[in-house]
């Protein structure tokens, strides 16, 4: 049964196998979906999927396949298009819905309405918006988006009010999707690989050496000699550089869990933070506010972390072409007569091993974002997505 | 007819959910919770468990318990102890062997409700080792050859932070069901059934600050169902005046645990 569902999920990513689908097959025969559509949604939602990221991939392989059954509508792209304002719904928000319920307010019937909408649906050709009829944005019909009317359809967009009938094409759990955005998780698998196990460090021997011991007690007659040795220890040091604020500020909760990942994956030998604004200067910031008197002295930096640290910087690269390369180009804070480029060359001359991780960078190559363009000659640089934050560490960890 | 769950009296759960435990009832098969910490999952165990009029087992997962832990013990310590001492029935293993929460559950005389909470903080490769009990519902005790086999099912509830992803083979034998952040309704209604006589206006303003603390997004630990109610009831004892809650944010430690997300809360007042 349902045999296009099944190819469906496969098509839209879903990695179903067939036992399970049989366990579906076996719930089917027990009634458990009642006949009901919903109630199948559900039932097949937690047998087949196994991750509240592939919902998103469920939710648009249920759409292909019942659609028809759901509702005979259909919403085009063109209208979600047309229907795309949100500015103006927060702007509307405060000022227009209160006259415009007191305007007109009746006992909205759900049939009636969704009877017009399809109409309308079939019929409109055009964008509107403010008006008395179509489905369009700041209008009064009981259909469309950032209009005042409470307790219609809306048709994309945020969710301003909450009692609208039904949500089309809301996409739920879009958010969830694992090829959208990395989570704290990904974070930690993927700096995971930065492991190189060594025992030739000066740390003290606190281990208990089994073998050993077992070898020289037998060599001493019976009588205990116990062997210590050193813990096996990740050798790996790391030097995080983060760019905060400005262009920086959509970014911040993905820094943030980047940060925690780092710190949690307590594993490393060392690891070190610092801030920086738009490139690196005389100066690296403390903390993400970047203020003035708290920072580090990049020369200290240099003079004190070795070169055998690994280096992620994070950053979207995006800076007019005077701050990386005149000589005062740093316009909060002071250059110390290298240009931001300079202070980047000597960066990558003191570190073996250097990354740079852009949140934003262009798929392909951009010479528009001049900026972006040079500092890529100086270091790799690869988007902070998993794919390529799992190739940065494998730069790093490449052997000289 | 079949057993159902339903909500409880101390206990809300949405429509799906209710699908879903029933789901994983009928089909005989592990139900795996998962969702964001503080909403509800491991009351949920107790919630089915109550109503079902069933006795509920726990096994609480630490980052060091092995699968072993849950199927049996063998003290060899103890009798090594007891050999020294010469001790009666030193040479009856079975008196050294101690059945673990899974064991236990297989043995009992009725169907148990048996949570597994917390199954990502243990070792990655953890539920694969637990695939044949879980499947089978058996496992065998090598030192005194005798396979234990459960007398009745257990119902097996999964809990899981998702802090470790879990293996394929092991979700696919699972009914998975994710615990949604529950809507202003449904959180209304979950904090009634814990103060049944709360004031509305308490809870309407405690509702307000509380999803408004929850949209700022610089709040790195999003305050939970749990502490919502746990603030709900500072808030009725300490007989604080409802009105001014937003301005005043009495008690917001309770909400907000972190000295940073205290600073921004009170930055956006």
Redesign the interface.
Same mark, same amino acid.
């Given at each position: 049964m349902f045999q296009n569902f099944f190819n469906a999920l496969k098509n839209r990513g879903v990695?179903v196998?067939l036992? %399970?689908w049989l366990?579906l097959q +076996?719930?089917l025969d %027990?009634g458990?979906c009642e006949s009901s559509l919903t109630?199948f949604y559900? #039932?097949a939602?937690?047998?087949l #999927?196994?991750? %509240?990221a592939d919902?998103d991939k469920y939710d648009l392989a249920f759409e292909d396949c019942f659609k028809s059954l759901k509702m005979e509508t259909e919403v085009s792209a063109q209208m979600l298009r047309w229907l795309d304002k949100p500015d103006e719904n927060a702007m509307l928000h405060e000022k227009d819905k209160e006259y415009l319920n007191s305007v007109e307010s009746f006992e909205i019937d759900k049939d009636d309405v969704e009877k017009q909408f399809k109409q309308r649906l079939k019929d409109q050709d055009s964008e509107h918006n403010g008006g008395a009829y179509w489905i369009g944005t700041m209008g009064k019909t009981s259909f469309g988006n950032t209009g005042g009317n409470i307790g219609g359809i809306r048709v994309g967009g945020a969710t301003g009010y909450?009692s609208a009938f039904q949500v089309i094409g809301a996409r739920r759990y879009r958010d969830f999707r694992d090829d959208r955005v990395l989570t704290g998780?990904q974070f930690m698998?993927a700096l995971r690989r930065l492991r190189q196990f060594s025992t030739k460090l000066d740390i003290p021997k606190t281990e208990l050496d089994i073998n050993s011991t077992v070898d020289r007690t037998c060599n001493n007659g019976g009588c205990l000699e116990i062997v210590m040795d050193r813990p096996r220890k990740n050798s790996v040091k790391l030097l995080l550089l983060m760019d905060s604020g400005g262009t920086m500020i959509p970014y911040? +909760?993905l820094l943030?869990e980047l940060f925690q990942s780092v710190h949690k994956s307590n594993h490393y030998r060392e690891v070190k933070t610092y801030y920086f604004h738009n490139c690196i200067y005389s100066h690296v910031y403390n903390t993400p506010a970047c203020e003035n008197g708290d920072w580090t002295e990049t020369e200290w930096m240099f003079r004190n972390l070795d070169k055998d640290f690994k280096v992620i910087i994070v950053g979207d690269a995006a800076m007019a072409p005077e701050e990386l390369y005149a000589r005062d180009g740093n316009y909060r804070g002071p250059n110390g007569g290298y240009s931001g480029q300079e202070w980047l060359l000597r960066l990558r001359r003191k570190y073996r091993r250097v990354v740079w991780m852009n949140p934003k960078m262009s798929p392909t190559p951009a010479p528009w974002r001049e900026a972006e363009t040079a500092i890529k000659e100086i270091f790799p640089m690869l988007p902070l997505t998993v794919a390529g934050l799992n190739a940065g560490m494998e730069i790093l960890m490449q052997r000289q | 007819m079949r057993e159902e769950f339903r909500s409880t009296g101390e206990y809300v759960a949405s429509e799906a959910l209710m699908g879903s435990v029933n789901v994983a009832i009928a089909l005989q098969k592990p139900l795996l919770i998962k969702g964001e910490p503080g909403t509800g999952k491991t009351m949920l165990a107790e919630a089915v468990a109550k109503s079902l009029g069933k006795k509920l087992l726990i096994w609480n997962i630490k980052s060091t318990t092995k699968a072993q832990d849950g199927l049996y013990m063998y003290d060899t310590i103890q009798r090594l102890y007891d050999g020294q001492f010469g001790e009666e029935g030193v040479d009856d293993i079975a008196r050294y062997i101690k059945l673990g929460k899974l064991g236990e559950a297989f043995e009992s005389e009725e169907q148990v409700v048996l949570l597994i909470d917390e199954i990502d903080k243990a070792d990655l490769e953890f539920p694969n080792d637990l695939l044949w009990e879980l499947d089978q519902m058996e496992f065998y005790i090598h030192e005194t050859k005798r396979t234990v086999k459960a007398k009745h099912r257990p119902i097996v509830i999964i809990t899981s932070n998702a802090e470790k992803e879990l293996p394929d083979a092991f979700l696919r034998r699972c009914i998975f069901h994710y615990i949604e952040f529950p809507d202003a309704a449904l959180m209304e209604e979950i904090v009634k059934v814990h103060f049944p006589d709360i004031e509305e206006n308490l809870l309407k303003n405690a509702m307000e600050v509380f999803y408004w603390i929850r949209g700022i997004r610089d709040v790195r630990k999003k305050p939970s169902t749990s502490e919502l109610i746990d603030w709900v009831n500072a808030l009725q004892m300490g007989g604080i005046p409802t009105d001014t809650l937003k301005e005043k944010l009495p008690f917001l430690g309770v909400i907000v645990k972190k000295d940073e997300d205290l600073e921004t809360v009170k930055h956006y007042v």
């Amino acid at each position: 049964m349902f045999q296009n569902f099944f190819n469906a999920l496969k098509n839209r990513g879903v990695n179903v196998s067939l036992s %399970e689908w049989l366990t579906l097959q +076996q719930a089917l025969d %027990e009634g458990l979906c009642e006949s009901s559509l919903t109630r199948f949604y559900h #039932v097949a939602r937690s047998i087949l #999927v196994h991750s %509240e990221a592939d919902f998103d991939k469920y939710d648009l392989a249920f759409e292909d396949c019942f659609k028809s059954l759901k509702m005979e509508t259909e919403v085009s792209a063109q209208m979600l298009r047309w229907l795309d304002k949100p500015d103006e719904n927060a702007m509307l928000h405060e000022k227009d819905k209160e006259y415009l319920n007191s305007v007109e307010s009746f006992e909205i019937d759900k049939d009636d309405v969704e009877k017009q909408f399809k109409q309308r649906l079939k019929d409109q050709d055009s964008e509107h918006n403010g008006g008395a009829y179509w489905i369009g944005t700041m209008g009064k019909t009981s259909f469309g988006n950032t209009g005042g009317n409470i307790g219609g359809i809306r048709v994309g967009g945020a969710t301003g009010y909450q009692s609208a009938f039904q949500v089309i094409g809301a996409r739920r759990y879009r958010d969830f999707r694992d090829d959208r955005v990395l989570t704290g998780r990904q974070f930690m698998t993927a700096l995971r690989r930065l492991r190189q196990f060594s025992t030739k460090l000066d740390i003290p021997k606190t281990e208990l050496d089994i073998n050993s011991t077992v070898d020289r007690t037998c060599n001493n007659g019976g009588c205990l000699e116990i062997v210590m040795d050193r813990p096996r220890k990740n050798s790996v040091k790391l030097l995080l550089l983060m760019d905060s604020g400005g262009t920086m500020i959509p970014y911040c +909760q993905l820094l943030n869990e980047l940060f925690q990942s780092v710190h949690k994956s307590n594993h490393y030998r060392e690891v070190k933070t610092y801030y920086f604004h738009n490139c690196i200067y005389s100066h690296v910031y403390n903390t993400p506010a970047c203020e003035n008197g708290d920072w580090t002295e990049t020369e200290w930096m240099f003079r004190n972390l070795d070169k055998d640290f690994k280096v992620i910087i994070v950053g979207d690269a995006a800076m007019a072409p005077e701050e990386l390369y005149a000589r005062d180009g740093n316009y909060r804070g002071p250059n110390g007569g290298y240009s931001g480029q300079e202070w980047l060359l000597r960066l990558r001359r003191k570190y073996r091993r250097v990354v740079w991780m852009n949140p934003k960078m262009s798929p392909t190559p951009a010479p528009w974002r001049e900026a972006e363009t040079a500092i890529k000659e100086i270091f790799p640089m690869l988007p902070l997505t998993v794919a390529g934050l799992n190739a940065g560490m494998e730069i790093l960890m490449q052997r000289q | 007819m079949r057993e159902e769950f339903r909500s409880t009296g101390e206990y809300v759960a949405s429509e799906a959910l209710m699908g879903s435990v029933n789901v994983a009832i009928a089909l005989q098969k592990p139900l795996l919770i998962k969702g964001e910490p503080g909403t509800g999952k491991t009351m949920l165990a107790e919630a089915v468990a109550k109503s079902l009029g069933k006795k509920l087992l726990i096994w609480n997962i630490k980052s060091t318990t092995k699968a072993q832990d849950g199927l049996y013990m063998y003290d060899t310590i103890q009798r090594l102890y007891d050999g020294q001492f010469g001790e009666e029935g030193v040479d009856d293993i079975a008196r050294y062997i101690k059945l673990g929460k899974l064991g236990e559950a297989f043995e009992s005389e009725e169907q148990v409700v048996l949570l597994i909470d917390e199954i990502d903080k243990a070792d990655l490769e953890f539920p694969n080792d637990l695939l044949w009990e879980l499947d089978q519902m058996e496992f065998y005790i090598h030192e005194t050859k005798r396979t234990v086999k459960a007398k009745h099912r257990p119902i097996v509830i999964i809990t899981s932070n998702a802090e470790k992803e879990l293996p394929d083979a092991f979700l696919r034998r699972c009914i998975f069901h994710y615990i949604e952040f529950p809507d202003a309704a449904l959180m209304e209604e979950i904090v009634k059934v814990h103060f049944p006589d709360i004031e509305e206006n308490l809870l309407k303003n405690a509702m307000e600050v509380f999803y408004w603390i929850r949209g700022i997004r610089d709040v790195r630990k999003k305050p939970s169902t749990s502490e919502l109610i746990d603030w709900v009831n500072a808030l009725q004892m300490g007989g604080i005046p409802t009105d001014t809650l937003k301005e005043k944010l009495p008690f917001l430690g309770v909400i907000v645990k972190k000295d940073e997300d205290l600073e921004t809360v009170k930055h956006y007042v």
